[in-house]
């Protein structure tokens, strides 16, 4: 029996539903963190006296460790395994947040703050790729969406905590609760989360064997798992890789235009995105809501956009996801260049926001969607940790850029609006991909065909 092509072809089991939870929880550690530095920006901002870039910097010093984090570690994982990453990473994350909690000084917080970012940057390369390889191919869609849903959910339920955690002990507690959930899921994945099917069968480690057997038996299978199985579909399609090569290939003649357009497109989404979790709370104040109420609009937000992520894998079953992320791009930079001039109306806003987000981490699940599948497998993690440290660039620059803004005078309304049309960039970049539908119910083979470029374009 090749496993790949059962959990591919085969209705998905109780287990697999188990790892999309397991791995859904570990994208909620990104969203809780990103509104982490959100929440406790006013009260960091008064404790240290910070000017608006300082404290951009500061809400920048994660995400620069979030993109080192992703470009470096994704090849690591190929290498040595996308459960063995997620292991080391969750250890380096639970450590930047404790430490946190002891900064006395914007440079020594700034300091671990990038720490927590690395950790949270090797988390991500590996359970992207281990959501999409548990997936059946009918439900791929959806279960990435799910777990990109994680982002929200994290956010939205942690930024709840987060306001009684800050208003009872101060923000230093926020970083400790973050570190102790990062120990939780730690554990979680040490007895629950599997290693990567394709990656046992492309790198054959020591234990190989045992270890897709035992896979297999806790997904209710019991034929032998066949470790020499070769899929026509990687065997035509995905020569062994050579030491080294994972990051040329992703600029291989099949693969350059996929990856420039994945890599633009990461970009700007997460620009926009983590534009408007960084900055909301302050921005919205500033637009004249109270405190509360802008916190209260950010959690609303992230709300939003756990739903969204659940929506688009559901879109999926019916268009492709270029498509599906093509529109969901258009909408979300549309609604963020209107959302700030709601703010004087408290159900608008809220609703606003709330579409906001739904369209803005809706495209993020997208590309969660669409990037693995457009790989072969021993460029799938170099080729989402590429994406996602690209991605990442744009979530670095976005805070910094607007605390400059802010210093020099930029009122709100136009930040916004220029944040709205930086997004439809993207909407351009997958409109140039019209002929490229990479679907979340393909083949192995077809996924494979359809990253390469079409000829007769």
Request: net charge positive; with cysteine; hydrophobic share 50%.
């Amino acid at each position: 029996m090749d496993l790949r092509e059962k959990i591919e072809s085969s209705p998905m089991r109780m287990y697999q539903f188990v790892i999309i939870g397991v791995v859904a929880f570990l994208n909620a550690l990104d969203g809780y963190d990103v509104l982490a530095i959100s929440f406790t920006a006013p009260s960091i901002r008064g404790e240290f006296e910070l000017s608006g870039t300082a404290l951009g910097l500061l809400m920048s010093a994660a995400l620069i460790g979030m993109a080192i984090g992703a470009v470096t570690m994704g090849p690591v994982a190929d290498r040595i395994g996308r459960r063995n990453m997620t292991v080391a990473a969750l250890i380096v994350n639970a450590a930047g947040l404790f430490l946190s909690a002891t900064a006395q000084s914007p440079a020594e917080l700034s300091l671990w703050r990038f720490i927590t970012g690395l950790g949270v940057g090797g988390i991500l390369v590996g359970t992207n790729v281990i959501a999409s390889e548990y997936s059946s191919r009918k439900r791929r869609g959806l279960m990435v969406s799910i777990y990109a849903a994680g982002f929200g959910l994290g956010g939205a339920v942690g930024g709840t905590i987060m306001m009684a955690l800050i208003d009872a002990f101060g923000w230093r507690s926020v970083y400790v609760f973050g570190g102790v959930m990062t120990i939780l899921a730690l554990a979680l994945v040490l007895s629950i989360l599997p290693e990567s099917p394709q990656y046992l069968y492309q790198r054959q480690p020591r234990g190989a064997q045992r270890k897709l057997d035992s896979i297999a038996r806790r997904l209710g299978y019991t034929e032998p798992v066949d470790l020499q199985a070769k899929p026509a579909s990687l065997s035509a399609q995905e020569p062994e890789t050579s030491g080294g090569n994972e990051i040329a290939g992703l600029f291989a003649p099949g693969q350059r235009r996929v990856t420039i357009v994945i890599w633009v497109s990461f970009f700007v989404v997460m620009f926009g995105y983590y534009f408007v979790n960084s900055w909301t709370p302050t921005l919205m104040h500033d637009s004249g809501l109270t405190e509360s109420l802008a916190m209260f609009v950010t959690v609303m937000l992230t709300l939003g956009g756990a739903i969204g992520c659940v929506v688009f894998g559901l879109f999926t079953a019916r268009w492709s996801t270029r498509q599906t992320l093509t529109w969901f791009t258009l909408l979300a930079g549309t609604l963020m260049a209107v959302f700030v001039f709601t703010a004087n109306w408290m159900a608008l806003v809220l609703v606003v926001g709330i579409l906001v987000g739904f369209f803005a981490n809706g495209c993020i699940a997208g590309l969660y969607t669409l990037t693995p599948q457009s790989y072969p497998t021993r460029l799938r993690s170099t080729g989402v940790g590429w994406g996602l440290g690209v991605g990442r660039l744009g979530a670095i620059i976005a805070p910094t850029v607007t605390g400059v803004l802010t210093d020099a005078g930029w009122t709100p309304q136009t930040i916004y609006m220029g944040v709205g049309l930086i997004i439809l960039i993207a909407t351009a970049a997958l409109l140039s991909m019209r002929r490229l539908d990479v679907e979340a119910n393909r083949s192995p083979r077809e996924d494979l065909q359809a990253a390469e470029p079409q000829r007769a374009s």
